[in-house]
């Protein structure tokens, strides 16, 4: 599967209606971001049951600005909606699929159980 263009407008709505997204954050001036962006690339075409997102922060400055990072490339991971992965900077293929098989692996109930008991303890 190919990558999809996230804007503001179908980011939300990519994230909760997809098992697991992932998102990579760029920018065309950033070398760092060219350099991961045929590794990005490549795992679409290796994971179909993955959403493989690109935000060119140029183009959607406050889709960038919502993630509260400063430093780009910029890797997000959801599982169910969920946030699960975040990291700036450009990953090689091994950790990338590292990154693919964490996710992939999460127990989710425990993880909506550790969200709900930080939830309960912060109320």
């Known amino acids: 599967m190919a990558t999809t263009d996230l804007t503001v407008d179908t980011f939300q709505q990519t994230v909760v209606d997809n098992d697991i997204v992932l998102v990579d954050f760029w920018a065309d001036w950033c070398g760092p971001c060219k350099r ?39 890797l997000m991971g959801f599982r169910e909606g969920i946030l699960v992965f975040s990291q700036p900077g450009a990953l ?32």
């Not at 993955?50 to 430093?71: C, H, N, R, W």
Request: charged share 20%; glycine share 6%; hydrophobic share 50%.
């Open 36 to 74: 991961f962006a045929p590794v990005f690339d490549a795992a679409s075409e290796q994971h179909a049951d993955i959403v493989f997102g690109k935000v060119d922060t140029e183009a959607q400055p406050a889709l960038f600005a919502a993630t509260g990072s400063t430093s780009i490339p910029l």
């Open 92 to 123: 090689p293929p091994a950790g990338l699929a590292q990154v693919i098989d964490s996710i992939k692996g999460l127990d989710m109930a425990d993880v909506k159980a550790q969200i709900a008991e930080k939830q309960a303890s912060q109320a």
